[in-house]
């Protein structure tokens, strides 16, 4: 299944969440049988020659395929989550938002000194979620071995704030 097949599985919503916005939902790509099949594949081909200790998913949407392609590399699967929703003790990391900020977390003993990480998640919009949770694996003292999305909006030049990594997306949106 090429990209193309692939867009054509994900609904455009307009004006959603608010006028003027265009969202993709990834929903009816996610139901599909060949299509998630094809996504995770197109995850897994392009890091499964890379050595992979923890996938680790940013939530919501990084708990889908994280834990899949978990499973796929042989790696365990951490989950990276908004603030409170962790019970034992937690590294946070704050980020900036285009009005205010927001928070992500990871309970400290995710990820051990040295670990290979693969960042997983949804969309690559701004970067700043994703540049985030690097930071937070850094701060655990792991090694981000790179950041795999599904959906990549260009246009928002969100792999600019993860130069130095691996960034591989599957779709990309130019607007």
């Known amino acids: 299944m090429n990209s193309g ?8 919503i307009p004006d959603w969440p608010k006028p003027g916005i265009l969202f993709y939902d990834i929903t009816t790509l996610l139901k ?12 897994y081909d392009h890091y499964h020659q ?8 940013i ?12 499973y796929r590399l042989g790696a365990g699967f951490v989950p990276i ?6 019970p034992a003790e937690k590294a946070t990391e704050t980020y900036q938002l285009e009005y205010g900020t ?6 400290k003993d995710a990820i051990q000194p040295g670990q290979r990480v693969l960042i997983c998640d949804d969309l690559l919009a701004t970067g700043g979620t994703a540049a985030a949770a690097s930071r937070l694996v850094k ?3 792991g090694q981000v071995v790179g950041c795999g999305f599904a959906v990549e909006l260009t246009f928002l030049k969100g792999r600019e704030k ?14």
């Not at 097949?5 to 455009?12: N, Q, S, V, Y």
């Not at 890379?50 to 998913?57: K, L, M, Y």
């Not at 939530?59 to 978990?70: S, V």
């Not at 927001?102 to 309970?107: C, F, S």
Request: hydrophobic share 45%; aromatic share 8%; glycine share 6%.
């Open 102 to 107: 927001d928070a992500l977390e990871i309970h």
């Open 139 to 141: 701060k655990l003292r």
């Open 81 to 86: 989550r908004k603030p409170n929703k962790l």
């Open 5 to 12: 097949d692939l867009k054509k599985l994900i609904r455009e």
């Open 162 to 175: 993860l130069a130095d990594l691996d960034v591989f997306t599957l779709l990309q949106y130019d607007k």
């Open 32 to 43: 599909d049988t060949q299509g998630f099949r094809a996504l995770i594949d197109s995850l």
């Open 59 to 70: 939530e919501a949407r990084g708990f889908i395929f994280g834990p899949a392609l978990a």
């Open 50 to 57: 890379r050595p992979v200790d923890v996938v680790a998913g």
